[in-house]
């Protein structure tokens, strides 16, 4: 009998084969899942049995085995109970939602910049765009060094065509800087030449990459993070303002041409009940 594959409605049960502790908070979690196919950008709803069900971004594709994984930064309790697993542990899979980059690159190459745990949305993207052999420029952006992201992997596999930069708001590791700050001294040096941006992190990061970019008619494609029931178009939690653009069903990537257009990007989000909670300045 075949293996059967997550549905929209019904998380499929899969045992955990794989823990990375990346950072003191952040761990991957890897799990095999037949018969899907994502791309980068999308996203699994994941269900932790008895605590919650959460979005999370597919941060490794391997679909010629069908193994994939997730890397969750612990910050409250569903994802402090994720963080929390371990090898042959269960949880449940739905999906792939959501859109996925748009890959398309010009011979400019492409500059990936990711804050925190946001460089888990762009990871499978760096992968792709290396084996498109695109000049690519990757900006890690981190509080501090023990909290970068996926660092050493970056650091080794730095292949022919790839720059890697890094900043940290102390100083502990690359620039003394916010990751958007750092691209801009970097776009001002003329250090970056690139077609395309994309990014993935704190949105308010990512409102300054998007005004960056707009400045200089540089495309750009980011990432959002809103509160998500569904994950799939029909409950509506996470609508944009003004236009009710859907973050699990159009996004959750958008381009810029669309972010300029929505009023909510960077200055507020929603609680689980509609409420308005304005982004911390
Ligand atoms: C498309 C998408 C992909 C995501 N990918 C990842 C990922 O790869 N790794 C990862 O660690 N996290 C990811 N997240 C965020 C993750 O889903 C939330 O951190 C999680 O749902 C919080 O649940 P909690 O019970 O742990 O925290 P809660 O107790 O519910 O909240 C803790 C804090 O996180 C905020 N929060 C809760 N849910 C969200 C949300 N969906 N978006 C933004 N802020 C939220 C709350 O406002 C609060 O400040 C993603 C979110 C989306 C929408
Ligand atoms: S989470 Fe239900 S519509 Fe997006």
Redesign the pocket.
Known sequence: MAAKSPSINKPLPVRITGRIQETPR?ATLEFAVPGVRPVPGQ?FMVWIPG??E??????SIDNDRGIYA?????????????FAKDVGDKIGIRGP??NGFDVSVGDGGACIIGGG??M??LKPLVSVLLEQRKNLIVINAARTKSELLYHESFEKSIAPGMTYFISTDDGTCGEKCLGHELLVSLLGQGKIRADKVYTCGPELMMRQVFLACKERAMRVEA??????RC?SGLCGL?ALDPGGLL??KD??VFSGDQLGGVTEFGNY?R??SGKR?PLKK
């Open positions: 952040i996203f605590v919650d959460i979005p999370m971004s597919v941060a997730v890397s969750v930064a612990a910050v409250g309790e569903a994802t402090a109970a994720l939602f959501g745990v946001g888990a949305a990432s959002l993070e809103r509160m998500m994950g996470c973050v699990c996004g959750p989000k609680d689980l909670i």
